[in-house]
């Protein structure tokens, strides 16, 4: 199982970004997706999340910007961020909590990061 992210690159603050990752191999199940992102010296944040089902949940930090959808047929996960922010410049990783066929066991995958540069 692979994660695949794309959709980052360089905006001006008060514009809009759509991020994407892609699970790819074979899944058994796909459940909960979530997005974090971590500014160089500082932890990993995690800024939303979504359940199988559709349950969302966000970082106050994030709250009434970025949204987080998911395609369970295209095993996708987004995030569409508006009304950016030069402190939300980070690299944006996503995770995804999979059990894959013959196993018991969810087990994480993460996606290779992508840039989110914002500008004032």
């Known amino acids: 199982v692979q994660l695949q992210a794309s959709g980052g690159g360089l905006v001006q603050a008060g514009g809009s970004l759509r991020l994407s990752c892609t699970a790819s191999?074979?899944?058994?199940?796909?459940?909960?997706m979530t997005w974090y992102r971590q500014i160089p010296g500082n932890q990993r944040e995690l800024i939303a999340s979504?359940?199988?089902?559709?349950?969302?949940n966000y970082a106050d930090s994030v709250k009434d910007r970025f949204t987080i959808s998911r395609d369970n047929a295209k095993t996708t996960v987004y995030l569409q961020m508006n009304s950016l922010k030069p402190e939300d410049t980070a690299v944006y990783y996503c995770?995804?909590?999979?059990?894959?066929?013959?196993?018991?066991?969810?087990?994480?995958?993460w996606g290779q990061g992508t840039l989110v540069t914002v500008s004032s």
């Open positions: 995770r995804a909590d999979i059990v894959r066929p013959g196993s018991g066991n969810t087990r994480e995958y």
């Open positions: 979504i359940t199988k089902g559709g349950n969302t």
């Open positions: 191999g074979t899944i058994f199940s796909l459940n909960a």
